[in-house]
Structure formats: C-alpha cells, structure tokens
C-alpha cells in the first residue's frame, strides 16, 4: 500500500519542536543550501526529503512520540526521530546539481550513496546533537541502520586518512554537490594516498578521480536504503577490493599518461614499452555516455511517500524494503511515486 500523509500545523507543538530540533541540527554542519520549504508531513510509512517541493515527511509515530522531551517517553523512539531529524537536515542541506563537473555522477549510483551520506552524518553526529538538543542518555543502535548506511561508511573509511580525516570528509560530502560526492571521495583517496603520483597543480588529478570514481559505482547502490546493514557491508567490501587494487595499480604505473604528456617527464619503468591497458583508461569515455538523466527522478515526495531516507518506519527490515517502493498515489497530488527496477515508467 501507498502511504498517506497528513501536513503537521505549523502552529503546533510537534512543528515547533521539529523546527528547534532542524535549526540545531544544521548548526552542528551550516551549509549554504537550506532547501526546506517548511512544509513537514506526518507519514504513514518512513517518510523521506521530497526532491521537488522541499517537503519534510516523517513516519507519523516517531513525530507523535519521538520528539518529545518528556521523561516517560519512548527513548527508542526518540532517538529513531531524532535521527529522522539529523538524516532529513542533511537531505534538505545538500545541493544536488553540479553543472559542467565533468566527474559528476548522475545515476542510481548516486542516489543511493546520497542516502548513505545523509545516514552516516546522522550516526556520526547523533550523541553531540541529543546533548544540544536536551534529549538525555539516548543511542541509536546499529541494528537500526539501513544497507546505504553501511556501504557509504565503509567507503569513507577506505578514503579518510591522515590528510582528509573522517570528520572533514563527512562535512564536505555533507554539502554536496550530491553528483559530486563520488569525485569528492576519491579527491580524499589521492590526498590521502595519491598525492606524489596527482599532485594539485598536476593537470591529470581529474583523470585520477575519475578512475578511482569508477571502482565505486558498484550496481546495488540504488537498492540498499531498504536492505539489511549486513547487504551494505557486503558492497563496502567489494568497492573496497577495487579501490585498493585501483590505488595500486595507479602507483605502478606511476604520473598519469596526461601529466607526461605536460611534462615529458617519462617514469622510469614506462620506459621501453606500452602502458598497461586495461578498463580504467575506457573509464573516462564511459563516462561521457552516460545518460544526464535528472538526479534523483525516482524519489517519491515526503508528501506522498518520499522513498529512500533512513529506514525509519516501524523498524523492521521488510517495512524498509517496502517503503523502498512506496509513493504510488500518493496523498499529495501532482508528484511522481516511486518504481522499482524494472517496472514500467522508469527513467
């Protein structure tokens, strides 16, 4: 079934609570982008940040609930909704489109590493912001985390380093572009690995990124905001395989074909036979061809069923996974629903 949704007044004491909690959240990582239109919906399912309008939806219980400071309340369901806050801020702060980057990524792939991102910056910043936000002694367990969570955590792990450590990667990924965030990973991978062999004035540090970019657009990223944390695990480590191998391979091969290029500085071990081939350097033309269909095109409103924030419904996995396909007929009319792969309409 499609959820429902129903607009909370702005006059009561829910909104007003949830503004508190929005405008604290975003004071812990300011971004320029505020793409909040203020309207915030009671869901029937897990809710989510509607692309198009900039609606808020979040599941009705939480709301009712969760964000209350009430010592008898819930404190599990206070911490899932102050959670839905933290990963809805996060949403609604990131800008999206990046025009002209030619690193940009504009397919499933960075649907599904936006919801991540949205994810790991809540779980990262959940304690600081309960103590902000005078909510005492809660935690939100990884039990609760959804398979986007895990994979996008496992890939800032492989890229944070001594250079670009976790906290300032998670605070650029945080605002976006959202088609950047592959390119903004693998700029942290060559500053914290690559930095002899792409130097920053280097006209060939793009090139780099690019094919460390390509080893991280694994299929199933679309997919895992409602599969387990254990599904996301296992794509991290598989993104994580050909990330290393990838880093590899670059230090053998030494200063990118485009930096010798500039230079005329050959490396030693180039000398007296072709470069390797292999698919990295069709990397860049694929690319080029991919189709710059609108980013995020398959995500359902916050109105109607805005589909893939935190697994944040009623907790279960099978709720997650249906609430990954919810926002046919939606309540609010004029916006999209969601299709899953495969289904008729999709673009």
């Known amino acids: 079934m499609p959820e429902s949704a129903q607009r909370v007044p702005e006059d009561s004491p829910t909104y007003r609570e949830f503004t508190r909690l929005y405008d604290l959240a975003r004071q812990l990582r300011p971004t320029v982008a505020d793409r909040w239109n203020r309207e915030l919906y009671a869901t029937s399912g897990r809710g989510g940040f509607d692309q198009d309008t900039g609606a808020i939806g979040v599941h009705e219980l939480l709301l009712r609930e969760g964000l209350t400071r009430d010592p008898t309340a819930n404190p599990r369901r206070q911490a899932r909704a102050l959670d839905a806050v933290l990963t809805r801020t996060t949403q609604a702060g990131m800008k999206l489109e990046a025009p002209g980057e030619a690193n940009a990524v504009r397919t499933t792939q960075s649907r599904g590493l936006y919801d991540g991102v949205a994810a790991v910056r809540a779980a990262d910043d959940f304690e600081a912001f309960a103590e902000l936000a005078g909510y005492e002694d809660?935690?939100?367990?990884?039990?609760?985390?959804?398979?986007?969570?895990?994979?996008a955590n496992g890939l800032v792990q492989q890229a944070a380093g001594v250079s670009v450590d976790r906290r300032e990667l998670i605070d650029r990924l945080s605002r976006g572009p959202a088609v950047m965030q592959f390119d903004q990973l693998a700029e942290a991978v060559v500053r914290n690995r690559l930095e002899e062999i792409a130097p920053a004035?280097?006209?060939?540090?793009?090139?780099?990124?690019?094919?460390?970019?390509?080893?991280?657009?694994?299929?199933?990223?679309?997919?895992?905001?409602?599969?387990?944390p254990e599904a996301g695990q296992h794509v991290a480590e598989e993104i994580g395989r050909g990330l290393n191998a990838k880093v590899e391979e670059i230090r053998r091969r030494g200063p990118h074909p485009a930096r010798i290029a500039e230079t005329g500085d050959v490396p030693q071990q180039q000398v007296g036979r072709?470069?390797?081939?292999?698919?990295?350097q069709a990397g860049p033309s694929q690319m080029k061809d991919v189709a710059a269909a609108r980013f995020l095109s398959g995500v359902a409103p916050a109105a109607g069923a805005a589909g893939?924030?935190?697994g944040l419904g009623d907790g279960s996995r099978a709720a997650a996974a249906r609430a990954a396909g919810v926002g046919r007929g939606a309540s609010v009319p004029g916006v999209p629903g969601v299709r899953r792969p495969g289904e008729a309409g999709r673009g």
């Open 201 to 228: 004035e280097g006209v060939d540090r793009q090139a780099v990124r690019q094919e460390l970019v390509e080893t991280m657009l694994h299929p199933q990223w679309e997919s895992l905001a409602g599969r387990s």
């Open 138 to 151: 809660l935690s939100f367990g990884g039990q609760e985390h959804s398979g986007a969570y895990a994979a």
């Open 308 to 310: 893939r924030g935190s």
């Open 274 to 280: 072709e470069a390797p081939v292999d698919g990295a």
